[in-house]
Nanobody
Framework: VQIVESGGGLVQPGGSLSLSCEAS????????MAWYRQVPGSQRELVAR???????IYSDSVKDRFTVSRDSAGNTVFLHMNNLKPEDTAVYLC??????????WGQGTQVTVSS
């Protein structure tokens, strides 16, 4: 299984950025795909999660600013980020998992919000 994120970069406060994550190597669509973020020295934080059976969930810090979605095939997940703030600066990591079994992680993509 391979998880590959893309789309990170530098953006000014108030700007927008979209991330993509493609999961490959699974016979069927992953049940749950999620975006996390991590700042050096801090714990990994759930940003948004989308599954095949429940509506998306978001952390309180990004609700109403970020939108998570999946493509029709189910193994690509997107994170559209609006009104970005400096505190959104982090490495954003994508994960994929079935109902039972391991969780797979990508290497992460850096998002930096700065003027």
């Amino acid at each position: 299984v391979q998880i590959v994120e893309s789309g990170g970069g530098l953006v000014q406060p108030g700007g927008s950025l979209s991330l993509s994550c493609e999961a490959s190597g699974s016979i069927s669509a992953f049940h749950t795909m999620a975006w996390y973020r991590q700042v050096p020295g801090s714990q990994r934080e759930l940003v948004a999660r989308v599954s095949l059976s429940t509506p998306p969930i978001y952390s309180d810090s990004v609700k109403d600013r970020f939108t998570v979605s999946r493509d029709s095939a189910g193994n690509t997940v997107f994170l559209h980020m609006n009104n970005l703030k400096p505190e959104d600066t982090a490495v954003y990591l994508c994960s994929a998992a079935q109902v039972i079994g391991p969780t797979y992680w990508g290497q992460g993509t850096q998002v930096t919000v700065s003027s």
